[in-house]
């Protein structure tokens, strides 16, 4: 229903013509789709539902941190996942209220946990013996109270891209599962700190429930092991890593459910306040990225050369990720197969390899789809290619949300050294 090819207009996402839009502000041009994004919410927050107690929905905001989506997450009851003090200041900007605020990551200053503690977030994701430390220390030192859940690793496989993959002791992600209850005990000793619970996040686009179960089953036994030792366990935060289907793969249809259930059978009768802190799932289908094509070039298996590259869309690139690509204007011809791939100086810049498609010509347009995650904030200017323009669309119509960046903010900050240029 969010994508749909009319006769007249071609493609329309959320009923909005795309060739409007790229008439309008020009490509490469990122397109949000408010109303698939709600209806995302809206989905996710019902299938929580099933598990029977609350489940609080914090966005991983590192997916998206467009000021418009934050709004939207606002208006829909959904607080953030934050990992950075820049993204702290970014939620707190969107008017975030602070008590839905949880602040993960390996590696937080001091100046990131102050910025933390004085903003009263409600919660802290503690990864170190180290970090539980400083923490008590610069709380102690502000006069504040930290509100502290300990992140587990809890060393299962989730399968997915190794460079996605967080929950395996050889990661740098987490306390080790089996040091986790004597450091949550030393916790409720130190100063500064309020012990409030656990959190666990094992990797990132996972479509079966089995790693979620198995992690969340060892969650719940360290959860009685810290109990019977005496201490209160208030919440457990069940971290993000929801996988959504790039291409058509069915058999990620039912993941929400499938993902509450994983929930509820393991820590939902446990007394606990419950969260997660899903991206991508929310956010990569209301997202696309509008591009033209900018020549096609001849060869045993023919480059079609795009306006947006790996600077834009870094996924590929990175993760070898697969991202469907259709073509905006009615169809017509049939197809063959061709790479498309960006004009940045790299062998790499490829964002659709060996791809079937109807053929294409210089000034058509397509749309890369499923790129509303970790599409547009990993963007660089790399080959001083500026930040592309961003639209929402919604009820029709379409707003821009961030103009295409002038060719000359690129070297707006800089300055030559007086003593390097002598005259
Ligand atoms: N919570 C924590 C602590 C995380 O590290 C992450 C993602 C999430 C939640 C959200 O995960 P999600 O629900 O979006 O899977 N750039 C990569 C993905 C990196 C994910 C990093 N952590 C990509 O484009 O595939």
Redesign the pocket.
Known sequence: PWLRMDVQDGLLFDGVSLAAIAQGVGTPCWVTGADTLLRRVRTLQAAMGQVGVPVAIHF?M??NDHLAVLALMRGAGVGM?V?SGGELARALHAGIDSAGIVF??VGKTDAELDAALRAGIGQI?VESAEELHRLSARATTLGLTAPVSL?VNPDVESGT?A??A?GHAETK?GVAHDDAAALYAQGTRLPGLRMDGL?V?I????GVPAPFRDAYRRVAALVGDIRAAGHAVRRVDC?????IAYGDDASLAGVPAAWAGAIATTLGGLDLALSI????????PAGLLLSRVIQTKAAPTPFVVLDAAMNDL??PA??D?FHAVVPVAPQRRAGRVMHLVGPVCETGDILAADRRMPEMRAGELVAILDTG??GAV?SSTYNARPFAAQVMIGGGRWSVIRPRQPVEALWAGESVPGWLVRA
């Open positions: 991983a590192k997916s996942d990992v993960s990551g994701n992140r891209h460079k996605i967080t992600f959190a996040h990797g990132s686009q996972i971290g993000g890593g929801l996988g802190e899903p991206g991508r799932w929310l956010a990569a870094a996924r990175l993760y990720a995650a970790y990993m």
